[in-house]
């Protein structure tokens, strides 16, 4: 059982960064595959990138490859997004979850497996 709480977002102005943290505050932590994904308004949710439970394998939508790092601390029972170059079209709603990486991949992941989410807006 997790939950997931985020923190870090906020406004800021393109081609800055901003780190996002995803903290599991429930009663029993276990090294689950963690991911973030991103929601901009009118939008459907998307996948941005995933992380495995040791953090050796790591994976990225297209759009974000190469700018945003996807990292954990399972001791602080953490995983971070840091976005990096940020584009008005990072905008959007984040939010972290738990799930097998080839379901975060697919965005299958039960609704108690995600978090709150935090807003990210980046202005141009």
């Known amino acids: 059982q997790v939950h997931l709480v985020e923190y870090g977002g906020g406004l800021v102005q393109a081609g800055t960064s901003l780190r996002l943290s995803c903290v599991d505050s429930g009663r029993t932590f276990s090294s689950y595959p963690m991911g973030w994904f991103r929601q901009a308004p009118g939008k459907e949710r998307e996948f941005v990138a995933a992380i495995n439970w040791n953090g050796d394998i790591t994976d990225y939508t297209d759009s974000v490859r190469g700018r945003f790092t996807i990292s954990r601390d399972n001791a602080k029972k953490t995983v971070y997004l840091l976005m990096n170059s940020l584009k008005p079209e990072d905008t959007g709603v984040y939010y972290c979850?738990?799930?097998?990486?080839?379901?975060?991949?697919?965005?299958?992941?039960?609704?108690?497996?995600w978090g709150q989410g935090t807003q990210v807006t980046v202005s141009s």
């Open positions: 979850a738990a799930a097998p990486l080839s379901n975060l991949r697919l965005g299958k992941v039960v609704d108690n497996f």
